[in-house]
């Protein structure tokens, strides 16, 4: 074989391996490293791009209640405990059906295409709802559901559905703990 094709072809296989960890990292980014979930601006785009293409698609914002009360009493461990369990959940009820995310600390979304081929809200809430153990502890977990259908938007942005959810879950916080609204 000529050294000088081996010679040109090296910086091109340079290239290519540099390329591929690039787009490990980008992919990397994209997801958060505790819960595996994508990140703010991974699910964004993703859920953009599905609003537009979905009519009956539905919109959720979770928070955990009483979060803080869990690191505080139990330990950052246990909190993460917690946070892995609730991603799970989430990701398990939207199935093949959607996308969810972390949005940051103990707040996730997420988006369905399809609500009618999920378990339904009161099955969410029933799981997010579950206590999670950890280190042998059984920590009590319970979670506020808001949620937006793109039907119901005058204009069907994500950004007008994340508001209305928004909007929906303060009142379920607004009716204690375990609610969805």
Request: with cysteine.
């Amino acid at each position: 074989m000529d050294t000088h094709v081996i010679a040109a072809g090296l910086p091109a296989l340079g290239w290519a391996f540099h390329g591929g960890i690039l787009l490990r990292r980008l992919a990397n980014a994209r997801r958060d490293p505790l819960t595996g979930l994508h990140t703010r601006a991974g699910w964004t785009t993703r859920a953009e791009h599905l609003m537009s293409k979905h009519p009956g698609a539905l919109v959720l914002l979770v928070d955990l209640d009483n979060f803080k009360a869990v690191n505080d009493t139990h330990g950052h461990a246990a909190g993460d405990a917690v946070l892995t369990a609730t991603a799970r959940r989430l990701s398990i009820w939207c199935g093949g059906n959607g996308i969810a995310a972390r949005l940051g600390g103990d707040e996730f979304a997420a988006i369905v295409t399809d609500p009618d081929r999920t378990p339904g809200l009161r099955a969410l809430q029933a799981v997010l709802d579950r206590p999670v153990t950890h280190d042998r502890c059984t920590l009590s977990v319970s979670a506020s559901v808001g949620h937006c259908h793109r039907a119901a938007l005058p204009v069907p942005t994500l950004t007008d559905a994340l508001s209305a959810a928004d909007s929906s879950m303060y009142a379920a916080k607004g009716h204690g703990r375990r609610h969805t609204r």
